[in-house]
């Protein structure tokens, strides 16, 4: 949680959870995680983009397209 908290800026005293992360295909895992392709927050907040499935299904439509 800390990392992906620090990765996606979430302003203090906040936590990245309840977060849906999407990556491109053949991203390099290395020693830290890549960066998202797209994410979003299912929380309310003003910080990120806010979680719905129609985002998310259009997302996944145009990653697995490519």
């Known amino acids: 949680m800390r990392h992906y908290t620090q990765q996606l800026k979430y302003p203090p005293p906040e936590r990245a959870w309840d977060i849906f992360i999407l990556y491109k295909d053949r991203l ?3 020693s830290t995680v890549p960066s998202p392709t797209v994410w979003w927050q299912n ?3 003003s910080h990120g983009a806010k979680y ?3 985002a998310l299904e ?3 439509g145009r990653l697995v397209e490519k």
């Open 28 to 30: 390099t895992w290395e």
């Open 43 to 45: 929380r309310n907040l």
């Open 52 to 54: 719905s499935q129609e």
């Open 58 to 60: 259009k997302e996944l």
